[in-house]
């Protein structure tokens, strides 16, 4: 079996609901982050993507319904002005599916159908439009409701059981109590979400994995707020329960955001195609499930695939990157796991940076390959959930790791 390694990763920066991207059309920051990363790769020129320097194109997406114009993948490679000789697949695991894409290509490079691949993934979440069911015969007198297709469920299969459809935010609500995650801790792990990513920004590590989309002024994550506090965050009213005995907060979730990311994945030998070193080897994989209202405890399991997968245990692991859909969950999470929250999320998560929900596998494995990188430590875990009850897994090493 061949190795894969990641070679290198863009993204934008990740926008607000209704802010600095909602303008930008999700084919039009695919494609942008698709050009990026091809024009930072020195051995990708005109001639060789010409004869086949780019084995596929493979991005995520958990929408579809609107812009993104079914294939997403297709699109952004035609927009970005690649050849029309490669082809382009999206694939769909919602909040997992560019980290998802990842895994793919490197399955297919392990089997030797691939050497260069370029995945990502992308979702606007400002964008995304509402939908009408189509009625079960013509000249239908009666009303009819819009579904928004932003985030959650819709046209619900009746046969679904009620406590399986809950909200994400009511999940998160029932998960907390069943491993009993205080208010307190979740106000203070995104407290420490924003402080750290801001500190992350200053101090330029997110510098070489962003680029600015074109007609925009956005230059760092919008939804950082250096100035949130435990104090503050304490303030909020909880949002899906309105009994006293909500702990879900805006300020304890991930916010709804609008972004693309894009990675190369490939074989040993696509070093002399790229011009490029790999910044790690993907050594493990990992993907479980389990109820679908408690989504957010999967990635427990899919870890600890990856890692026997890998061969190694959490003892090995020094950095991890988790996606921070909600704060009780990432905290379940640690727990779990038994690690230090310090190795988590060094340079902040989701609550602070966004989670643009296709593109927030791209965004863990970029920052944890640069962490791993920087701090010169061998291993580390990026792992994520994804609504109906389902979590993803990677284990990187990097290459020069001690």
């Avoid at 596929?56 to 050849?83: D, Y």
């Avoid at 997110?206 to 919008?222: A, C, G, I, M």
């Avoid at 640069?370 to 090493?397: F, K």
Wanted: charged content about 20%.
């Amino acid at each position: 079996m061949e190795q894969a390694y990641l070679y290198d990763a863009v993204r934008t920066p990740f926008g607000k609901f209704g802010g600095s991207l909602a303008g930008t059309r999700p084919d039009d920051l695919a494609a942008h982050v698709v050009r990026s990363i091809v024009d930072r790769a020195p051995g990708l020129t005109p001639e060789v993507l010409n004869n086949n320097g780019i084995d596929e194109v493979i991005f995520g997406n958990a929408n579809g319904a609107g812009e993104e114009n079914r294939n997403v993948a297709r699109m952004a490679t035609l927009l970005a002005g690649l050849p029309t000789s490669i082809p382009g697949a999206t694939v769909n695991r919602l909040c997992g599916s560019s980290l998802d894409a990842a895994m793919f290509a490197s399955k297919n490079v392990a089997v030797g159908e691939a050497d260069v691949v370029v995945v990502g993934g992308v979702e606007s979440m400002s964008r995304a439009p509402w939908v009408l069911p189509k009625t079960e015969r013509p000249y239908h007198a009666g009303d009819l409701t819009l579904s928004s297709t932003t985030l959650g469920w819709r046209l619900v299969n009746p046969l679904m059981p009620k406590e399986w459809t809950v909200s994400l935010g009511e999940a998160t609500e029932q998960l907390r109590e069943k491993y009993g995650i205080t208010r307190e801790r979740q106000d203070e792990f995104s407290a420490r979400s924003h402080r750290l990513a801001q500190q992350a920004w200053d101090a330029g590590h997110y510098d070489n994995q962003v680029s600015v989309v074109p007609d925009t002024k956005l230059e760092r994550d919008e939804g950082i707020r250096a100035t949130s506090t435990v104090e503050v965050l304490a303030g909020l009213k909880t949002v899906f329960r309105k009994d006293g005995t909500g702990t879900v907060t805006a300020g304890n979730a991930s916010p709804l955001s609008d972004g693309a990311s894009a990675a190369i994945v490939g074989s040993e030998r696509a070093a002399s195609t790229l011009g490029l070193q790999p910044l790690a080897r993907i050594a493990g994989r990992g993907a479980a499930a389990n109820e679908p209202q408690f989504f957010g405890f999967a990635p427990v399991e899919a870890a600890n695939q990856a890692l026997k997968r890998a061969g190694i245990s959490w003892d090995d692991v020094a950095a991890v990157e988790l996606n921070e859909a909600f704060a009780a969950q990432s905290l379940a999470c640690v727990d779990a796991w038994g690690i230090d929250l310090d190795i988590v999320n060094g340079w902040g998560g989701a609550v602070a940076l966004g989670h643009p929900l296709g593109a927030s596998g791209i965004r863990l494995l970029s920052t944890l390959a640069r962490r791993l990188e920087t701090s010169g430590d061998r291993w580390g875990v990026a792992a994520i959930c994804i609504g109906v009850g389902q979590g993803l897994a990677v284990v990187l090493e990097n290459p020069n790791g001690k």
